[in-house]
């Protein structure tokens, strides 16, 4: 019993400084691998700095907008939304271009002024082909389909070009309109103004079914030519009055012979209507044979 408990003394020595016992040799690229390694960990790596980045993006518009709203404890400081649907500024706001919705109304308080400002530029206010510009010098509208100004209150029209329903009237304080092309059956003044037509080049005045130009004096200043044209006749109706200090003329008879000038005479009948008579000499008259007067010259 003794050499049995010597053996086993030295057995249980042996094995407690005997590291390596159980130990068995392993390649450890045939083991199975756990966890994120190669292309799948730098692909979880870049989505994770994807979504630190839009956390960050995220927080700086949270930021952008707490500070232009100025949201605080008892809410925006800077605008109020109703449930009708009307958003509210309570404070001066800066923007750029704004895009309200159908059939909307940009309006203010109901005893304040609505201040708007363009920084250097135009104040532009447009609905489709209508087109509303506030400039330093002047203010301008355009329109494709016509335009019409009411009073809100009275619901009153105050201008109209809605020709067929309503007559063009300019409004009160506005002394003359400058247009380009203008379509219209008459034209007329009040009757204690007169009815001054100023162009900077050339004017034409067209009738589909003829020109009636009335008035208690009618006169015409221009620095070129006037020419009448009609199909049938001209109709000059009243005292007639032609300045002739602008009018080419020739102090010497020698021209009539020569070949570079073809000059007429301008006649009238007794009825008066107006016809020419071409000049062949001096001091002749208009009496020709096919003259449209008859026996009247």
């Known amino acids: 019993m003794r050499e049995k408990a010597v053996e086993r003394r030295n057995v249980n020595k042996e094995h407690n400084s005997n590291f390596k016992a159980g ?13 994120l390694r190669g292309r799948k960990g730098n692909l979880a790596i870049c989505v994770i700095i994807l979504l ?3 956390a960050v993006i995220n927080l700086i518009i949270t930021l952008v907008i707490w500070a232009v709203i100025r949201i605080g404890p008892n809410g925006c400081d800077s605008m109020e939304f109703h449930e009708s649907g009307l958003l509210r500024f309570k404070q001066v706001s800066d923007m750029g271009v704004i895009h309200p919705l159908y059939k909307s109304t940009v309006g203010g308080r109901r005893n304040e002024n609505l201040v708007i400002t363009g920084n250097n530029q135009p104040i532009v206010f447009q609905q489709g082909t209508t087109k509303l510009s506030v400039e330093k010098n002047k203010t301008s509208i355009t ?6 100004f009411f009073d809100p209150r009275t619901q009153n029209i105050l201008f109209s070009t809605d020709y067929e329903t309503h007559e063009f009237h300019l409004p009160s304080g506005v002394k003359s309109l400058n247009v380009q092309k203008a379509s219209t059956e008459r034209i007329t003044s009040n009757a204690t103004s007169d009815l001054n037509i100023k162009v900077d080049g050339r004017a034409i005045v067209r009738g589909n079914e003829g020109v009636f130009i009335m008035g208690k004096t009618i006169e015409f200043h221009m620095g070129g030519n006037m020419e009448l044209k009609a199909e049938n006749s001209i109709i000059l109706n009243g005292t007639v009055m032609v300045s002739t200090s602008r009018l080419p003329s020739s102090s010497s008879g020698d021209q009539f012979g020569t070949g570079n000038w073809v000059r007429y005479k301008l006649c009238m009948c007794a009825d008066g209507t107006l ?3 071409q000049v062949t000499g001096q001091n002749m008259g208009c009496q020709i044979s096919d003259n449209p007067c008859g026996n009247t010259h």
């Open 23 to 35: 130990y068995i040799p392993i390649d450890e690229d045939r083991l199975h691998k756990t966890g």
């Open 52 to 54: 630190f980045i839009l």
């Open 275 to 277: 016809f020419k008579v």
């Open 143 to 148: 329109s494709d389909i016509g335009m019409q």
